[in-house]
């Protein structure tokens, strides 16, 4: 049981460029959501999905899209680096239930010169 | 809006004690608490729902006052191992167009000294 896999773990990327970070998880969860983490700081959630075919914003949503075609993936495009979206990127998922915890993926360090 | 934490930071002597808190203008239907160490991804320490007891996990406790939309975490006899970022998670409501949507708090750095 694998959990919550992020690819890659790291990146360089110049401004301009685009990207896209993978999340993938093998727990059914239907809940899936992607933060980010700047140096010394707190998470800041970007985009959320409740399940397939459904994605809302979150609370830093400029710069970044998502989709959620299956249960299992939900990836994260920045469709034009900015060095403001360095950062460190955890991908979460849980079931949508109240007393289920958020299971983290071990997160994608993104610089972005 | 995200929850609020303070302290900060604490800095402990190994079997002091501590007590991290979480507040919310808004009014919460669960507050979730994880534990975060340095370049790692934070991991899971209990949940608590509202009308739901104070939760427990070895010498970590929380509770949840409804009331005051607020959780505390208590550390008790802290050990080394206890050192890291203390992150707490607000969801606002079950159901509806905000469910499962989970913001987090800025953290509190829990640094225990031998």
């Known amino acids: 049981n694998a959990g919550v896999t992020q690819t890659p773990k790291f990146q360089v990327l110049k401004t301009g460029q685009s990207m896209t970070l993978q999340c993938a998880q093998d727990m059914n969860h239907e809940y899936m959501s992607w933060y980010r983490q700047d140096p010394g700081m707190g998470l800041r959630l970007i985009h959320y999905?409740?399940?397939?075919?459904?994605?809302d914003q979150g609370e830093v949503p400029n710069g970044y899209n998502v989709s959620r075609s299956t249960t299992e993936d939900f990836p994260l495009r920045l469709l034009s680096a900015a060095p403001s979206q360095t950062s460190v990127y955890f991908c979460?998922?849980?079931?949508?239930?109240?007393?289920?915890?958020?299971?983290f993926g071990n997160g994608t360090r993104l610089t972005v010169t | 809006q995200q929850p609020v934490q303070s302290p900060q930071a604490v800095i402990l002597r190994e079997g002091e004690d501590a007590v991290i808190n979480c507040s919310s203008s808004k009014a919460l239907y669960s507050v979730h608490w994880y534990r975060q160490k340095h370049g790692e991804a934070p991991v899971f320490l209990m949940i608590?729902?509202?009308?739901?007891e104070q939760k427990g996990h070895e010498k970590i406790s929380a509770s949840f006052n409804e009331k005051k939309q607020q959780s505390s975490l208590y550390l008790t006899a802290s050990q080394l191992s206890y050192s890291g970022t203390y992150f707490c998670?607000?969801?606002?409501?079950?159901?509806?167009?905000?469910?499962?949507?989970?913001?987090f708090g800025d953290g509190t750095t829990l640094t225990v000294k031998p």
């Open positions: 979460a998922s849980r079931r949508v239930s109240y007393n289920s915890p958020l299971h």
């Open positions: 608590l729902l509202k009308g739901g």
């Open positions: 999905s409740v399940g397939a075919g459904i994605t």
């Open positions: 998670g607000k969801e606002i409501e079950e159901g509806g167009t905000n469910a499962g949507k989970s913001t």
